[in-house]
């Protein structure tokens, strides 16, 4: 679980770092598609009982 974690962990953060530049360039589309997949990858780490609050 250890290498799965801290890959959760990353996307996590990496994801999180592309909505905020998206957000600052005001690229809709890009603020849409990051928001999503953070939502996605919130949702993956929930079932393997991550938690990334």
Excluded at 27 to 36: G, K, M, P, R, V
Aim: with cysteine; aromatic share 8%; hydrophobic share 40%.
């Amino acid at each position: 679980m250890g290498e799965f974690f801290a890959e959760i962990k990353v996307r996590i953060n990496e994801t999180r770092g592309a909505l905020q530049s998206a957000q600052a360039a005001g690229d809709e589309f890009l603020i849409d598609t990051h928001t999503s997949e953070l939502e996605d990858l919130y949702r993956i780490a929930a079932r393997n009982g991550i938690d990334c609050a």
